[in-house]
């Protein structure tokens, strides 16, 4: 079955760094886009970035272009997000979600049919 | 960016009773529409895509419509384990991808 599983959240200072790693299994990760989805505390869920199957395309929210990364190693079938210069404002539970549409489909569309238990991010002095 | 807003914020219904939740867009989506559900400590799990399509395991119960700026999800009889948040999410256009901000179900 399909498994993705998240970690590396913490607590960390304002302007500091962090990466999340999201471990997958159950399917040919390589086939799929990934996405990283985020929920602040008892708020709305909020999309935060898309990689392609092979890396070849990667889009981000406007709240946090210029400062996360998303990436992937197929061989590890693990999706990662740095994410540096942290803010108050990036305090929430991060999601890793897979693409409902995989490469025979033709591209990712942002439609979220797996998704992780999420990881905690806490940004604070 | 396409903005999404869900009506009501709440909805109180009894077991058994038909819940309607709207989502509206501020420009068309054409059928790029999805719902997911939300319950306490959990992640979303999606229910709804292309409008209407129901997802892998859902219910019957559970049903969506609409096309261009105006969606609705159905659930024709609440059972205990529907009451939760459900959000509508577009997918028309990278990027980016934009959620409503949710209605919750609760018990009437």
């Known amino acids: 079955q399909v498994q993705l599983v998240e970690s590396g959240g913490g607590v960390v200072q304002p302007g500091r760094s962090l990466r999340l790693s999201c471990a997958a299994s159950?399917?040919?990760?390589?086939?799929?886009?990934m996405h990283w989805v985020r929920q602040a505390p008892g708020k709305g869920l909020e999309w935060v970035a898309v990689?392609?199957?092979?890396?070849?395309?990667?889009y981000y929210a406007d709240s946090v272009k210029g400062r996360f990364t998303i990436s992937r190693d197929n061989s590890k079938n693990t999706l990662y997000l740095q994410m540096n210069s942290l803010r108050a404002e990036d305090t929430a539970v991060y999601y890793c979600?897979?693409?409902?549409?995989?490469?025979?489909?033709?591209?990712?569309?942002?439609?979220?049919?797996?998704w992780g238990q999420g990881t905690l991010v806490t940004v604070s002095s | 960016e396409i903005v999404m807003t869900q009506s009501p914020a709440t909805l109180s219904v009894s077991p058994g009773e038909r819940a309607t939740l709207s989502c509206r867009a501020s420009?068309?989506?054409?059928?790029?529409l999805a719902w997911y559900q939300q319950k306490p400590g959990q992640a979303p799990r999606l229910l709804i895509y292309?409008?209407?399509t129901r997802a892998t395991g859902i219910p019957a119960r559970f049903s969506g419509s609409g096309s261009g700026t105006e969606f609705t999800l159905t659930i024709s009889s609440l059972q205990s384990e529907d009451f939760a948040v459900y959000y509508c999410?577009?997918?028309?256009?990278?990027?980016?991808?934009?959620f409503g901000q949710g209605t919750k179900v609760e018990i009437k």
């Open positions: 979600a897979r693409d409902l549409y995989d490469f025979w489909s033709g591209y990712p569309r942002g439609v979220f049919d797996y």
């Open positions: 159950g399917f040919t990760f390589s086939s799929y886009g």
């Open positions: 990689i392609w199957y092979d890396g070849s395309n990667k």
């Open positions: 420009q068309s989506v054409s059928s790029n």
């Open positions: 292309g409008a209407s």
């Open positions: 999410q577009q997918y028309n256009n990278w990027p980016p991808r934009t």
